[in-house]
């Protein structure tokens, strides 16, 4: 028997020519598969970018005008209510300068007396629920900011994605501050963010918000 390595090898010749078509089904296949993940790629957000906000409550305060414009009248009224206490105090003061110059024992110096315990209750009573009702009126002012911004803030998140949103303080490592201040500085909760702060778009979403309400 003679061996032909012609003949040897046909099998495998055959082989490749009998299947032309799944050698360029596979091709354009993988072609599509790369296709597909890029376009996936491009539509798919960020994984590392973090659905989180923080917002500094302070400046908002600060720079928005409708707010400033009621605490500016809330600071009026207390200045009008400081000037109403001094008059109490200064009439007390005077009652009681004629209280020292009376003999005591006399029915004068027993007038007197009475009439500066009684201006003296009052001046208390007066103080105590001024400075109640402006306690009152401070914080229902601050509700009413945290009212608005919640009403801005809620659709903001859902429009961007984010899942929380943490309140970040203004503060600066100045020495050259307060104690309150730098006691502020020293426990305040985030100590560095990049990108995550949405104070000035907040803001500007109430200054829209304020403005549609005039109209």
Known sequence: LCYDSRQASLPYLHSRRSHPMKCHFSFAFGLFLIAAVSV???EK??????PIGLVNIEKIAQQYKPFQKQVAELQEEGKEFQTAAALKQSELQTVGNDLQKTPQGTAEFQKLQGQFARLQRELQVFVQ???QKFRDKDLKLSLSLHREIDQVLKPYCKSKGLKLVVRMPGVSLDENQTQQQIVQALGRGVLYEEGLDITDDILKLLVE???KSKQ
């Open 45 to 50: 957000p960020a994984e590392n970018a973090l």
């Open 129 to 131: 629920e001024g400075q």
């Open 40 to 42: 996936a790629a491009q």
């Open 209 to 211: 918000q304020s403005g």
